[in-house]
């Protein structure tokens, strides 16, 4: 287990620090997570497709993480049953 900060209807992304565990990892077109990225509060159908995997046990986080096979970069989502990222924390691989 490792710690992340999540914020919560996030604007800009920030480094970790909370505890969490991811569920899955979804890699996404360079282009479409550029979108994601500068736009974390909008619908996606790869949140919509995967809220099974995002949820908060114990205070630990499962959460997807997104990231795009060109960087070594990505984002934890945890979005509490919503279409978008509600919560998200920026990760290094």
């Known amino acids: ?3 992340v900060e999540f914020k919560f209807n996030a604007v ?3 480094m970790p620090q909370d505890e969490y565990v991811i569920e899955k990892t979804i890699e996404i077109d360079k282009e479409s997570f550029i979108r994601f990225i500068s736009n974390l509060q909008m619908d996606y159908d790869f949140i919509k497709e995967n809220k099974k995997y995002m949820y908060n046990k114990k205070g630990v986080a499962h959460c997807i ?3 795009t096979k ?3 970069f990505g984002v934890l989502v945890d979005s509490e049953g919503y279409d978008y990222a509600r919560y998200t924390a920026f ?3």
């Open 65 to 67: 993480y997104v990231t």
């Open 12 to 14: 800009e992304l920030e």
């Open 91 to 93: 990760l290094y691989r």
């Open 1 to 3: 287990m490792k710690k």
């Open 70 to 72: 060109d960087d070594n």
